[in-house]
């Protein structure tokens, strides 16, 4: 892979002013929701860009918050948009994993900063050797392991993935153990929509509790300090509850960016005339 040239690509590629400023304004309404709840802790905001085009992504990476954390579902799509954007981003893979797919993955794009939806010890040895080879190309990736999150379902929900509640110790323990290229960085859940809306203020979500419960569990099983685990949780809808109830990272998609497209119908590149840079 030439690394010279995403950058010539971006450089080519422009930005709707207007289209900027809108949001680049929404990342900040974001940003201080989060900090009004966060009470001094570190939350991260991974843009979740899916079916949005590569020129949005960009606005908010050259924008004022120099925005690094995007998350996209569709493995075809990321890899073109990592081909075309820079590398400095800080790819997160949320969405569904095929085990076939799960080598490629990792081993096509060196800033992918972590796999969120890792629910078998199949997918954990694939993205493993997806890591290692990608390792044996690209030397200075030396070291560096590919950070995943196990997904739960802690809703219940027969269509959601994610291990069962109580087989998360287990596959944490696999990964931390026989996955020498990734690094278990902690739980993730999308839990149930309308539960979410469902829930009154003040009241807390059964989705958000489970997950901290899990994560308590599992660290006591490993014998680690619950810290060293992450909870991702929260989304447009419920992400200040996911902070209050101890979430370190928030995946917010059309909050910031709009409604999303249909799959059919989504562009990768959004052609903006000339003169409008
Ligand atoms: C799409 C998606 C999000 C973002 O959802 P919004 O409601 O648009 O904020 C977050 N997490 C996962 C796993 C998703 O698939």
């Given at each position: 892979?030439?690394?010279a040239e995403?950058?010539?690509?971006?450089l080519e590629?422009?930005?709707?002013?207007?289209?900027?400023t809108?949001?680049?304004?929404?990342?900040?309404?974001?940003?201080?929701?989060?900090?009004?709840?966060?009470?001094q802790?570190?939350?991260?905001?991974?843009?979740?860009?899916k079916?949005k085009?590569?020129?949005d992504?960009?606005?908010?990476?050259?924008g004022?918050?120099n925005?690094?954390?995007f998350?996209e579902n569709?493995?075809?799509?990321?890899?073109?948009?990592s081909?075309?954007?820079?590398?400095e981003?800080?790819?997160?893979?949320?969405?569904?994993?095929?085990?076939n797919?799960?080598?490629p993955?990792?081993?096509?794009?060196p800033?992918?900063?972590?796999?969120?939806?890792?629910?078998?010890?199949?997918k954990?040895d694939q993205?493993?050797k997806?890591r290692a080879?990608?390792?044996?190309?690209?030397?200075?990736y030396?070291?560096?392991?590919?950070?995943v999150?196990?997904?739960?379902?802690?809703s219940?929900?027969?269509e959601?993935s994610g291990?069962e509640?109580g087989d998360a110790?287990a596959?944490?323990?696999?990964?931390?153990?026989q996955c020498?290229?990734?690094?278990l960085?902690?739980?993730m859940t999308?839990?149930?929509?309308a539960?979410?809306?469902?829930?009154?203020?003040?009241?807390?979500n059964e989705?958000?509790?489970?997950?901290r419960e899990?994560?308590d569990?599992?660290?006591?099983?490993?014998?680690?300090?619950?810290?060293?685990?992450?909870l991702?949780m929260g989304?447009?809808?419920?992400?200040?509850s996911?902070?209050?109830?101890?979430?370190?990272?928030?995946r917010?998609?059309?909050?910031?960016?709009?409604?999303?497209p249909a799959?059919?119908d989504?562009?990768l590149k959004?052609?903006?005339?000339d003169?409008?840079?």
């Amino acid at each position: 892979m030439n690394s010279a040239e995403p950058q010539s690509k971006t450089l080519e590629m422009r930005i709707d002013p207007s289209r900027a400023t809108t949001l680049n304004s929404n990342l900040s309404t974001i940003l201080s929701r989060m900090q009004s709840v966060s009470a001094q802790r570190s939350v991260r905001l991974v843009a979740v860009s899916k079916l949005k085009p590569v020129n949005d992504i960009l606005a908010l990476h050259h924008g004022p918050h120099n925005h690094l954390h995007f998350g996209e579902n569709y493995q075809q799509e990321l890899l073109q948009k990592s081909l075309l954007l820079p590398r400095e981003i800080r790819w997160h893979f949320i969405g569904a994993l095929q085990t076939n797919k799960c080598k490629p993955l990792a081993e096509q794009i060196p800033n992918l900063w972590c796999v969120e939806s890792v629910d078998t010890s199949k997918k954990a040895d694939q993205l493993e050797k997806g890591r290692a080879a990608l390792i044996e190309k690209e030397k200075e990736y030396e070291g560096i392991p590919l950070r995943v999150f196990v997904q739960v379902n802690t809703s219940g929900e027969e269509e959601k993935s994610g291990v069962e509640p109580g087989d998360a110790a287990a596959l944490c323990k696999y990964v931390k153990e026989q996955c020498p290229h990734l690094k278990l960085q902690g739980l993730m859940t999308i839990g149930a929509i309308a539960r979410s809306k469902a829930t009154k203020e003040g009241q807390e979500n059964e989705d958000f509790i489970c997950l901290r419960e899990v994560r308590d569990r599992v660290a006591q099983e490993l014998g680690i300090e619950k810290e060293e685990l992450e909870l991702s949780m929260g989304m447009s809808e419920d992400f200040e509850s996911a902070i209050m109830c101890g979430s370190n990272q928030v995946r917010v998609g059309s909050t910031i960016f709009g409604q999303r497209p249909a799959k059919k119908d989504a562009r990768l590149k959004e052609e903006v005339e000339d003169g409008q840079t």
